[in-house]
């Protein structure tokens, strides 16, 4: 489930596609008339980098820009601070869950910062979160419900033989919200 692994006997890769999330994400914020975009993130690797690798393509060379923000909050807030020059020379953030776009937005709503009319966000998961902040979050939306079907029917034909080792990559869809606006 969301594995990274080799092609290996009795496993099944189960993912989602990151990579076209971000470029969905991408596409939408240039669309929306964005020139600079941050991607924020605690890691490049794996899932976190296909995405912003997807936004990146997207928007365009030079367009996108990376920051490995600290996974510590407290540490986070910090940095934040630290980067606001850096990070209001972009028009918009792309953080890599809705975690950190709800999280992000508060910050910037603490400091005055007007989201989206200054800075837009959008994030990636659609969970519950997306609808208790204000504005509400711009998302990409998996279905978890299809994830768990799907590794259930997985499960059950290689425990009896009829399904080999494979990867399996779900369909993912931008969810467009108010925390995003033309520019």
């Known amino acids: 489930y969301d594995g990274y692994f080799q092609p290996t006997e009795g496993i099944c890769n189960l993912t989602i596609d990151h990579y076209d999330g971000g470029y969905q994400v991408g596409k939408y914020l240039k669309d929306m008339g964005h020139k600079r975009v941050l991607c924020i993130s605690d890691n490049f690797s794996c899932m976190d980098l296909e995405r912003m690798k997807g936004c990146a393509a997207a928007m365009g060379e ?9 996974v510590e909050k407290r540490e986070r807030m910090i940095f934040y601070g630290e980067k ?5 020379g972009h028009t918009a953030v ?12 508060h910050y910037l709503q603490e400091r005055g910062i007007r989201v989206p009319e200054e800075i837009s966000v959008a994030g990636f998961d659609d969970s519950t979160l997306c609808h ?3 504005p509400s979050l711009t998302t990409v939306r998996q279905d978890p419900q299809e994830r768990a079907q799907r590794a259930i029917t997985i499960l059950k034909n290689l425990k009896e033989g009829k ?8 369909p ?3 969810v467009k919200r108010k925390s995003v606006k033309k520019r």
């Open 62 to 70: 030079g367009a996108v820009d990376f920051m490995q923000i600290p």
């Open 172 to 174: 993912v869809f931008l």
């Open 84 to 88: 606001e020059r850096e990070i209001k």
């Open 94 to 105: 792309f953080a890599v869950s809705d975690f950190y776009a709800v999280e992000f937005i």
């Open 132 to 134: 208790y902040c204000f």
């Open 163 to 170: 399904q080999e080792s494979m990867t399996v990559k779900l």
